[in-house]
């Protein structure tokens, strides 16, 4: 299950589609982040494709850990 946004800050998406296909290479060329949401060091990303959740683990922050998933695995989001 996905924790909830209720304590999330929607962010400005352009230095994200930025970084993301740049310096992390992350998403697709012609993958585009729509909308972002930053909660604490975590951040929620929904592209046109996929929702990405990058979670931001260890005291330094130098763990990373993405998880995607694909617009056809999501029933509902409320």
């Known amino acids: 299950m996905i924790r909830q946004l209720d304590n999330a800050k929607e962010t400005d998406v352009a230095p ?7 310096a992390i290479p992350v998403l ?8 972002a949401f ?3 060091r975590d951040m929620f990303l929904f592209t ?7 979670d931001t683990k260890g005291i ?13 695995y999501v029933d509902v989001y409320e």
């Not at 994200?16 to 740049?22: A, R």
């Open 48 to 54: 046109n494709r996929r929702i990405l959740l990058i």
């Open 16 to 22: 994200l589609n930025e970084k993301y296909h740049t």
């Open 60 to 72: 330094t922050g130098q763990r990373v850990e993405y998880k995607s998933v694909p617009w056809r």
């Open 38 to 40: 930053i909660q604490a």
């Open 28 to 35: 697709l060329k012609e993958e585009v982040v729509v909308r």
